[in-house]
Every structure is written in C-alpha cells, then in structure tokens.
C-alpha cells in the first residue's frame, strides 16, 4: 500500500491510480504496459508535448553546473537570460520580474505587490475584486480570490473577504460592467481576472471586447489589472496571452503552468515599473517581503529558457493554429450529437456539456466519465459534466480522433 495522500482525490473510493513510468510527445506509458493519450496536457502544463529534447537537454546542462542558490541578494545566468526574454516577449510595460515556483505563489505574489503598492503610496486600498467563477489556485489568498464551493467549505473562515462581480455571460454583459464600475468607485487595491476563459471554473469563455471593457474601468478609477495567465498563456488561447486578443496590458501578470513548456514547475509575476518603484527605497521596511526557498531555481529558469528558445524558434504560433482548426473539427461533428450541449472553443481549449445528469464539481457523472475514460485509455479529467480537452500542441491526428472518439462514447454511455 502507497503512503502517498494524493491531491484532489478521494481515498475512500480505492479508484486505481496509474503508475507512469514515462512519457513522449502527447503520450503516458504505464507499469502495466498502456499507453494513455493525455487529453489535458498534465493538468494544463505540457504544452510543446512530454520530453520535448530542448527542455530535457538543457534541464540536463544546467544540472551539472549549478543546481540552486539562494535569490535574496545573489543571482545567476539562467534568471538573468530569463527576465531579459521575457521583458523581450512580454508586453513593454511589464518592466519586473518576480520568481516564485508555482501558480498559486504568482497569484499570492501578484496580491502582495498590489497590497503593497498601495501601502507604500500611503493609501489604504486592500480590497481585492474578483470575476464569479474564478480559480486562481489552493492556497488561502488565491482561494480567497477564487470562488467559494464545497472544495474550500471547511476553510471558508480564514479566508478574505473579496468584492466579486458577476460572471460576463453572453448577453448579460452590461451587469458586469456596472458591477465592477461601482465597485471600482470604492477605491479598491486591484481586479483580479482569469483572462477570456476560466478555466477551473468551468471553461467558461467571455469575450476580448468584455475583457478590454473591465480592463478600460479598471485603468479609469486606478485599480490595479492584475491577469492570472497560469491557464491562458503560452498559447493556449491561440495566442501568447489571451490578453493579447483583447489589446489588454496589465499592470500585473501571473505566469507559470507552460513557462518550462511543462517540464518542472517555476512561475514568475511580472510587474509594471511603477509597482516595483513604489517598493523600491534606501528604507528596508519597504522591500518587497517574499520568497520561497527555490526562487528563480536554476534547472526551472534552464528549462524555461529553452521552451523561449523553442518560441522564438519554431513554428509554435503555426503548430497552434493547426491544432486549433483541427480541434474546431472534431468539436463540430461531436457539438451535432444530442446529449451535447455548449460546445465551445478557444485556441486548442474545447469543451461541451454532457447533459443528462447533475451539475456542478461533485456530480454523479464526474466519476462515471473519469473512469469511462481511463479505460479507454484517455487521460480527461472532466470538471463536473464539463468535459474539455487541452492537449500538448504536438498530438497527432490519430490521437486527437481517439480522444474524441472518446468523448463520443461517454455521451452515449450517459444517454443509454
Ligand atoms: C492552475 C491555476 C492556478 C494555480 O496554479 P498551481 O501551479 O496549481 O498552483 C492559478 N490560476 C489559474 C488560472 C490556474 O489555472
């Protein structure tokens, strides 16, 4: 019997848990000999594919020469050649890179720097706002900024109070945006949003003019845009950020899933200079008060430069675009079967409803489906009845049809 306590999973159910042992491309291979197609990228990470030769080729370099050193006050190579390529592919105005090693610390990160921000400035500004539906992680400041439902039930006393402001639905637009233009009267310290998709949520989409609107309120009464792009960058969305397709720089952005393409885990906050020159003074008490005991590790900060590289140097935009069209496809032929409903895209995101049972994170089909598809071979992970397929740009045609062939079965199973 494992010792392990595995995250999101219900030991008491004594479903089985696979053992990997390795992995190519869009491909897991099992102890017991499958070979499992990996509809979701890992859980959203693997964007180039598992094993991508740049990415293990310089994590392998980078190991022999300098495994870690402490941040504070030291740095190296590969954070340096790091923040220079990102400043050279992110939008201008982020001028400050901040290193934390995952989504929920970029988001905590991001919160502090807004909190600080504002402290520094003398002004008493600490609410944060928030989108209905939102994720942005597991630990209590990003689950405070996140929705509230019954995976953070048991914790709901410690965490802090938010504004939030109603989902963006398609034809409920103008509900939104007069809810955050009062909010944003209040004078709050910053709006945090999942940018044109929240994904935990849901995969809820709203659109790139909903986005550049929040974000125009937001810039009018000087409340901080922070964008988490944990999900949404790195192409997911069809572009290098989503915010891109909506003319959107935030003044705050949260990187992490895809940075290293996947391979180990890194994320940075990346900061405009005036929120870096509120911190910044000959007085300690004002430094920016964060760190983790692996920020900017060299090896995350090797790996994360090769997935640039490959960015700068292949045909990812290409790659994505193929993968997209080829995706709209298959969502097509599957959106016609009765039992779907909601099917929708963006960039190589698809997702449907399979109606026919309860809604929500903790309804009966999700372990149904879960299993459905484990023996099939799929690794899809549906949010509920929310089935959403996100996989590594490299997958093949043969298994991109198999994992909607996939998803075909379950509707039927459900159905039948
Ligand atoms: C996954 C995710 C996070 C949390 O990232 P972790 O690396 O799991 O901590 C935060 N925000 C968004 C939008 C995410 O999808």
Redesign the pocket.
């Known amino acids: 019997m494992s010792a392990i306590w595995h995250p999101f999973t219900q030991h008491g159910l004594d479903e089985p848990i696979p053992l990997v042992t390795h992995a190519e491309g869009a491909a897991l291979f099992t102890r017991d000999g499958r070979r499992i197609i990996d509809g979701i990228s890992s859980w ?1 990470v693997t964007t180039h594919g598992h094993g991508h030769p740049r990415i293990m080729a310089a994590i392998a370099d980078q190991a022999q020469r300098l495994d870690q050193i402490i941040f504070a006050g030291w740095t190296h190579e590969p954070a340096e050649t790091l923040a220079e390529g990102l400043r050279a592919i992110m939008p201008d105005a982020l001028t400050r890179v901040f290193f934390s090693d ?3 610390t970029s ?1 905590e990160v991001a919160l502090k720097m807004a909190l600080g921000f504002w402290a520094n400035r003398g002004e008493a500004r600490h609410r944060i706002l928030v989108l209905e539906h939102s ?4 630990t209590i400041g ?1 689950m405070s900024v996140g929705a509230r439902g019954v995976y953070n039930q048991a914790y709901a006393p410690l965490l802090f109070d938010v504004g939030t402001i109603p989902f963006p639905a398609a034809g409920a637009e103008q509900a939104t945006l007069d809810a955050l233009e009062t909010a944003c009267r209040a004078q709050p310290a910053a709006f945090i949003v ?1 940018p044109l998709i929240l ?2 949520g849901g995969m809820l989409l709203y659109s790139p003019q909903m986005l550049a609107e929040m974000h125009a309120i937001c810039a009018r009464h000087d409340v901080l845009f922070i964008a ?1 792009e ?2 949404t960058a790195w192409g997911r969305t069809g572009t290098l950020l989503a915010c891109e397709q909506a003319g959107v720089v935030p003044d705050i952005l949260c990187l ?2 895809g940075l290293t393409g996947g391979a180990v885990p890194l994320a940075v906050t990346m900061a405009r200079e005036d929120i870096y020159a509120a911190h910044r003074s000959t007085d300690r008490a004002r430094m920016f008060f964060h760190s983790s005991s692996y920020t900017a590790n060299p090896i995350a900060c090797a790996a994360a430069n090769a997935n640039l590289a490959i960015w700068r140097e292949e045909p990812v935009r290409a790659r994505i675009a193929t993968l997209a069209a080829r995706q709209a496809r298959h969502l097509a032929a599957l959106a016609a079967v009765p039992g779907v409903a909601g099917a929708r895209a963006i960039g190589t995101i698809t997702a449907l409803e399979i109606e026919g049972g309860a809604h929500g994170y903790l309804s009966a089909l999700g372990p149904r489906l879960l299993a459905f598809f484990r023996e099939r071979d799929l690794l899809l992970r549906p949010l509920g009845n929310t089935v959403y397929v996100m996989p590594p740009y490299c997958i093949d045609e043969h298994d991109l049809a198999l994992v909607y062939a996939g998803i075909g079965e379950a509707v039927e199973m459900v159905r039948s």
Request: charged letters at 20%.
């Open positions: 959203w995952s989504g929920s988001v994720y942005h992680g597991d990003a999942e994904g935990a988490d944990v999900m992490s899933k």
